[in-house]
């Protein structure tokens, strides 16, 4: 069974660019989740994604968006990037979007907004 | 809304001692609290859950007990190793905000040989 994958593992952005980071489930997993890590601190949720659809929404502007594939990969884009965007981004796979499911984490995506 | 709040670190420990990490929490319901740890350069695993009151959950030696009337989940471990320096993450999902996981701060821990 494949755990969790997401790719890049690093990337350096300036200001203002544009940035897609993408994430494979776990085997039989539909639902996505996607988190912001800011250095030092826990997880924040931006949205999640079940089957193909966004399910829900966290404290995060526009600019942060996303995308399910029907093979329930996920992407997660965001323009006009602010140095504060700076931070670890975790992607997270359940078996469904029920509120007692475990989600499994993938490694993350380390971004440097320059 | 709901939260989660953490005892502050680093916790230094040296091998063998009994670790605990406080965590408190506050949600409306019944939601489910969860222990995810980190290692250095890694993204979380999930290390143990409990889903409802009195529930304990247990892995690698580590344990929490969810009690709700103390609106707590501490964990526990009754002799840490040098492989367990990490950061800990207490969360709960199923309050408040439904399915989404509510994280504490993170509790960074060292354990020396």
């Known amino acids: 069974e494949t755990g969790v994958t997401q790719s890049p593992t690093h990337l350096i952005k300036t200001r203002g660019q544009q940035v897609t980071l993408r994430c494979s489930s776990q085997?039989?997993?539909?639902?996505v989740s996607w988190y912001q890590q800011a250095l030092g601190q826990g997880p924040q949720f931006i949205f999640q994604?079940?089957?193909?659809?966004?399910?829900g929404r966290g404290n995060f502007p526009p600019r942060f968006s996303g995308l399910q594939f029907p093979n329930y990969s996920s992407e997660l884009n965001v323009n006009a990037l602010e140095l504060d965007d700076s931070a670890l981004y975790l992607c997270a796979s359940s078996l469904s979007a029920g509120v007692k499911e475990t989600q499994y984490f993938g490694p993350g995506t380390r971004l440097l907004v320059l | 809304g709901d939260s989660v709040t953490q005892m502050e670190g680093p916790v230094t420990l040296s091998e063998e001692a009994f670790l605990t990490i406080n965590c408190t929490y506050t949600?409306?319901?019944?939601?489910?609290l969860f222990w995810y740890v980190q290692y250095p350069g890694e993204g979380l695993q999930l290390l143990l859950k409990a889903t409802k009151a009195d529930d304990k959950g247990s892995n690698k030696g580590f344990e929490a007990t969810y009690r709700k009337e103390t609106t707590s989940f501490h964990l526990e471990k009754g002799s840490v190793q040098v492989s367990d320096s990490a950061v800990y993450f207490c969360a709960l999902s199923g309050g408040t905000g439904g399915f989404k996981t509510i994280f504490g701060a993170g509790t960074r821990l060292f354990v020396k040989a």
């Open positions: 949600a409306t319901g019944y939601p489910s």
């Open positions: 085997s039989g997993h539909n639902t």
């Open positions: 994604y079940y089957r193909e659809e966004e399910n």
